[in-house]
């Protein structure tokens, strides 16, 4: 809350009130020289003689209000209009069995690509270090092995999503188990179009539409060919970014023996069609980029932060009320207008000397 007054100088006016005050004062302690008082004492005083300064008691309180309301006394509030722009983004995570290569790091210990991948995608959405987060953006997630699922709608909801992926996991059924790029890119594509069926407030505040797509391997499985997904997502302008995650060549497998059930690491050989993804990310207008641990992810995804930015912008003003002429609700009680307690302490003077302190001449 701020306060001030518009015309602070006429404060000074309550001033004229001492030297009223001071008199009134005086002329209730003036005396006179008697012999003896028995006489005036034996009248005694009623309780009319006993409050009669609420007259010019009442008067005075009305002058004072008037010259303050004249000040214009102001109480004003802070209020801020936040105008964003945000983007639409779907996030595209493979999860089949190569994804659980040991061979990035989460906080000093090796972790598999995937939880690298749900640390860094997180702290994209969420904020964190050198990712500003992407607060004013719908933001969803598509997962795929051998098909793709649709695992949260595109949402502001940025906790939810993040939960979602959290408990995303790498396939472990070889039924299930495959690359299904181009599938994954068109569930994508179909979620980001279905922004222009639901409410035309949020799809007016979406300036593109941007797909995130992030995978370990080829394309193997699916129905759709990602180069025609790629084609489709040119056409309705959505531009895709696409990051392939580990090295190339051999990697670290964790592998549980069949019979006994312990865990070893193995080395497996892993390939990613970088021409593919390269492909996808020109066609549509976007960028291809390459992860081979936990630090080159976190500075793709910061430059893909900081090539696709929402435009935020943020007003301040002040809210005052006019005490002179407005009502103020403090807690349960309104109190009124000055002008109005002014007009009604002068009222209630002009009516009391009328009635009750009425002085006959």
């Given amino acids: 809350m701020i306060f001030q007054t518009a015309n602070t ?36 005083a009623t309780w009319k ?19 303050i309301s004249i000040a214009r006394p102001q109480l004003g509030r802070k209020v801020t209009t936040v105008d964003s722009e945000g983007i639409a983004i779907e996030l595209v995570v493979d999860r089949s069995g190569s994804m659980q290569a040991m061979d990035f790091e989460v906080d000093g210990q090796p972790v598999d690509r995937l939880t690298a991948v749900k640390d860094v995608a997180g702290k994209f959405v969420h904020g964190e270090g050198t990712l500003p987060g992407r607060f004013a953006d719908l933001v969803g997630l598509v997962t795929f092995a051998g098909h793709a699922d649709g695992v949260s709608p595109l949402t502001l909801d940025h906790t939810y999503l993040t939960s979602r992926l959290r408990q995303t996991d790498i396939v472990k059924d070889q039924s299930e188990d495959g690359t299904a790029i181009g599938d994954a ?68 497998v964790p592998v549980t023996h069949p019979l006994t059930g312990r865990k070893s690491i193995q080395w497996a050989e892993v390939n990613i069609d970088e021409a593919t993804l390269q492909k996808i990310a020109d066609t549509t207008g976007g960028k291809y980029f390459r992860a081979t641990n936990t630090q080159s992810l976190r500075e793709i995804y910061a430059e893909i932060d900081a090539l696709e930015k929402s435009r935020v912008e943020e007003q301040h003003y002040v809210d005052y009320r006019e005490l002179a002429i407005e009502p103020l609700a403090a807690g349960f009680v309104t109190v009124p207008p000055l002008v109005l307690l002014a007009l009604l302490a002068l009222g209630l003077q002009c009516i009391l000397a009328a009635t009750i302190y009425r002085q006959v001449p």
Avoid: C, H
């Fill in 9 to 44: 100088w006429f404060l000074l006016l309550l001033l004229l009130l001492v030297p009223a005050v001071w008199m009134f004062v005086a002329r209730r302690s003036r005396s006179i020289t008697f012999s003896s008082v028995a006489a005036a004492s034996a009248t005694g």
């Fill in 49 to 67: 003689t006993k409050t009669r300064w609420v007259l010019p008691t009442l008067r005075l309180l009305a002058i004072g209000l008037l010259i």
């Fill in 185 to 252: 890119v068109s569930l994508a594509l179909e979620k980001l179009q279905s922004l222009d069926g639901r409410n035309q407030e949020k799809v007016d505040l979406v300036k593109s539409k941007v797909v995130i797509l992030l995978t370990d391997g080829e394309n193997n499985a699916g129905v759709v060919d990602p180069l025609q997904a790629a084609e489709l997502a040119s056409t309705l302008g959505v531009k895709i970014y696409t990051i392939g995650v580990g090295t190339t060549g051999r990697a670290p």
